[in-house]
């Protein structure tokens, strides 16, 4: 048995000024750490680092919106 239960359902709410904070703190240090990765002055290892970063980010951005697009999707069913 997986260990990585939750309950969907939380991502289910209509309204969230928590979540819109969330997704734009999140989008907002996308846009940071790919403006640091696509620098001229970062260079190597340090390049190599800020896309690991920024693609750590979308991952993260995706997977939730993903949930939450899902859970919602399920709400419209349940509700039908």
Known sequence: MSEFQYDQNAFAFEKS???DNIIF???QNIDTETADAL???TTGESR???C???NALTDILSVLES???ESLRKKRI???
Do not use: C, F, N, V
Request: no cysteine.
């Open 17 to 19: 000024e928590l979540w």
């Open 48 to 50: 190599i680092h800020a």
């Open 39 to 41: 620098s001229p002055l």
């Open 25 to 27: 703190i999140l989008k």
């Open 52 to 54: 690991g970063r920024a």
């Open 67 to 69: 949930e939450r697009k």
């Open 78 to 80: 349940d509700i039908i």
